[in-house]
């Protein structure tokens, strides 16, 4: 596609649309705006923008798509401001925050003047933020839920996914309401728990400086979230307030029921909790596309060396298999650090794992 896209907060999120519509569409022309000037400027020398709007109102009046790309608060007041008699006639205006109800709300004046706000939110990211941990890729295989309503014409939404095809994120449409509910119980409550048992470990460790040397293994997994952006997860919890209380109320509920169970010893309702956990996590579409995305993971262990990572993906390269992600996960001992390869099918899966056991000794395990 042609034309000017205007891409407002070049972070991480903004970084990897700003490539994905660069690699999709390269006679687009992608211009960038951050209150940052370093990031704008890592973002400029980076190549990930052609040019850079010298304000705010510049790029508005000459985009045919606007992509707002800042934490969720400052979207509302940059919506709440745009200047809409200065946009080009048709412009598509879209956002990439994590909550949707406020946002869209606040697009109201927008709407009523007759342009096409769809709010958008890739659901895949990291945590961590900034520019330099853009790419491309970013989005491949998760979803990417768009919230329109009913005043934007469909083939605006359609346009607005040919703009975003080069994320390759599979397009879900919900409405803002059910966008806020279903991800205030898979992402937005999760963080708050997961930042709360970080400070249950912090408190005792205070009486005993081992919790933090010994934790590990489950207690990482669960609390990896809690390493996000604390601004960003901020405006989030506060955005998406009504979900949050109505989620701490039936979490307390559960966790009287659960400390009940412990206080009582008893065993067959503590054995069915887990198992019936177990029995709906196993459940999860973790073969398809789930709500987070999921990958046929290969967790490799491999020694700490410089290369080891290129001699990984070296024997793979040499049998064609190829790998969606690469990720190095916190080392945990001192020798060893564990990579985690991820792959597109099943069947990519077993065959790198055939192909490090014959050209490598490192162990390897399936996640
Ligand atoms: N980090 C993640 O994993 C995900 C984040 N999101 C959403 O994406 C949005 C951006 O998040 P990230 O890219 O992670 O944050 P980030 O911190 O990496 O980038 C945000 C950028 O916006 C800029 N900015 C802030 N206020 C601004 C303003 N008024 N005008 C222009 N630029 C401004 C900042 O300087 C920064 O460069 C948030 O709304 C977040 O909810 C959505 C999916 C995943
Ligand atoms: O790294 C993780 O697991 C995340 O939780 C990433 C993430 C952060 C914010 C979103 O709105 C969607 C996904």
Sequence with gaps: MEGNVFIVGLGLIGGSIALAIKKAHPAAVVIGYDVNGHQLGLARSLKMIDETARTLEDGFAAADLIVLATPVMQTESILAAMPIEQLK????????????????????????????????????????????????????????????????????????????????????????????????????????????????????????????????????????????????WRDILIHNKREMLALFDRWMAEMERLRSFVEEENSIAIYHYFLEAKQFRDGLPARTKGAIPSFYDLYVDVPDYPGVISEVTGYLAQENISITNIRIIETREEIYGVLRLSFQSEDDRARAKACLAKHTNYATYEG
């Excluded at 970013?138 to 040919?162: G, M, S, W």
């Excluded at 095809?165 to 966008?179: C, D, I, N, R, W």
């Excluded at 460790?205 to 601004?231: M, Y």
């Design 89 to 232: 006639r048709g412009a598509i205006v879209t956002d990439v925050g994590s909550t949707k109800q406020r946002i869209v709300q606040g697009a109201r004046r927008l709407l009523e003047a007759g342009v096409a706000f769809i709010g958008g939110h890739p659901m895949a990211g990291s945590h961590k933020s900034g520019v330099a941990a853009a790419r491309a890729h970013l989005f491949e295989n998760a979803f990417y839920i768009l919230t329109p309503t009913d005043d934007v014409p469909l083939e605006r939404v359609e346009t607005l996914k040919q703009w975003l095809s080069g994320t390759k994120a599979q397009f879900v449409v919900l409405t803002p309401e059910e966008h806020d509910r279903i991800t205030g119980v898979i992402s937005h409550f999760p963080h708050l728990i997961a930042a709360s048992l970080v400070h249950q470990a912090r408190e005792y460790e205070s009486k005993n400086a081992l919790v933090s040397r010994l934790a590990a293994g489950g207690f990482r997994d669960i609390t990896r979230i809690a390493s996000s952006n604390p601004e960003m």
